[in-house]
């Protein structure tokens, strides 16, 4: 099958090299435009053109998807593929493909339509999602769908994980249906909708106030991007993996005071605490959290930290 692919991070990567390895023809890569990734000046491309260019295969790195409509119609496509390409795609653009724009969308439709699937699964505390191979709509993630894989969300999957296990079930699931798209007809979404919105970072604050299953899962969550994350002395703490402790307390442990990190990387929330495993502090890498915590300075009088308030 001769094929657009539009994709642009390193999740989109492995789909195209199934694609080009299961001997479909590529005649046109999409992706974003090469971007400052880093605190220097040079721009580097995306993944997925990095790994376009290693392939051989023509690339576009358009502003604007819809400029590249006069290339996707010249190169004579049958199907376009699309996996998180980072644009929204424009009616003109649609209609340019006999047969459309499939979209590995890694949610099952139509929950969490939208920027963050993955990580607004985890938030939500969701036993499982999945992929679906969608047809793509001038809607937001709106049209029919023609297959979907469903898998169950394990209890520590981080979303940098269950992102990596989705882009195999979604190649595996694109491999498996694509020979048979001509002849099928997808079928409409059916439920409520629910949007994973764009994250923003201050999501991704540990309020103590709150308990500490729900920042377990944010902390789940915002790994590996953007972090979660507390101030203590003013310096900014990512916290990469953490665990809710057993609310039952022995004479020998007790859970810290609200807003406290004690000797053992355990902070106290409105229920039960939350013990940081892994931390990144500012300016440093990743490393132990009991490591780090055993290298900060606490208060003399209770040998805790304190947890900025929210404003800071």
């Known amino acids: 099958m001769r094929l657009a692919y539009f994709g642009s991070p390193e999740d989109a990567v492995v789909p195209l090299r199934a694609l080009v390895d299961a001997g479909h023809d590529i ?5 974003q435009p090469d971007r400052r990734r880093g605190r220097g000046t040079a721009t580097t491309p995306s993944p997925v053109k990095a790994a376009a260019l290693e392939l051989g295969l023509p690339v576009r790195t358009p502003e604007k998807a819809r400029e590249v409509t006069d290339d996707l119609r010249s190169a004579g496509v049958d199907l376009a593929v699309v996996v998180a390409f980072g644009q929204l795609l424009p009616p003109s653009l649609l209609e340019t493909v006999p047969g459309g724009f499939l979209n590995v969308h890694y949610s099952l439709l139509p929950r969490w339509r939208g920027a963050a699937p993955v990580e607004r699964a985890i938030l939500a505390g969701d036993a499982e999602t999945g992929v679906c191979l969608m047809q793509i709509e001038a809607g937001l993630d709106t049209g029919p769908v023609y297959a979907y894989e469903r898998t169950a969300i394990a209890p520590h999957e981080t979303a940098g994980e269950l992102r990596a ?18 002849t099928a007809t997808p079928t409409p979404q059916i439920g409520e909708p629910t949007y994973a919105a764009k994250l923003e970072i201050d999501e991704f604050r540990l309020d103590p106030n709150r308990p500490a299953s729900e920042l377990e899962r944010v902390v789940r969550a915002g790994n590996p991007r953007p972090g979660a994350w507390v101030t203590i002395g003013g310096s900014r703490l990512k916290v990469l993996r953490a665990h809710a402790t057993d609310d039952a307390a022995t004479d020998d442990t007790a859970t810290p005071a609200l807003g406290d990190i004690d000797d053992d990387s355990v902070l106290g929330t409105a229920d039960g605490g939350l013990a940081f495993d892994e931390v990144q502090p500012a300016g440093k890498r990743a490393m132990p959290a009991r490591a780090w915590r055993h290298g900060v300075r606490a208060d003399t009088s209770t040998n805790a930290l304190r947890v900025d308030p929210s404003s800071a």
């Open 165 to 182: 296990r989705l882009t195999q079930l979604g190649t595996e699931l694109l491999l498996r249906e694509l020979p048979t798209l001509a």
């Open 27 to 31: 005649a046109l890569v999409v992706t």
